[in-house]
């Protein structure tokens, strides 16, 4: 989960080197995304559109392995 969530934010941001994606957590997952600050509004999109759509793809995924996952958007 944590390479995918990787391998999206890298897609979408303009500073692909400073992305950070950091797991924890064992049946229950947490994973934290951290972005450059000038790629905050391409990660959150419009009225947070694309994080919401990176939760969906993100809870798809941890459904597939029989965990729940919740994904966070650290503040630079």
Same mark, same amino acid.
């Given at each position: 989960?944590?390479?995918?969530?990787?391998?999206?934010?890298?897609?979408?941001?303009?500073?692909?080197?400073?992305?950070? @994606?950091?797991?924890? /957590? &064992?049946?229950?997952?947490r994973?934290?995304?951290?972005?450059? =600050?000038?790629d905050?509004? *391409? @990660?959150?999109?419009? /009225? &947070?559109?694309v994080?919401?759509?990176?939760?969906?793809?993100? =809870?798809v995924?941890?459904? *597939?392995?029989?965990?729940?996952?919740?994904?966070?958007?650290?503040?630079?």
């Amino acid at each position: 989960m944590k390479e995918l969530i990787e391998y999206i934010a890298k897609a979408l941001v303009e500073h692909p080197e400073e992305v950070s @994606v950091k797991q924890s /957590g &064992g049946n229950r997952v947490r994973i934290e995304l951290s972005v450059a =600050k000038d790629d905050m509004g *391409r @990660v959150i999109g419009k /009225g &947070g559109k694309v994080a919401n759509s990176i939760r969906a793809l993100l =809870k798809v995924a941890a459904e *597939r392995e029989g965990k729940r996952a919740i994904l966070d958007v650290a503040e630079p």
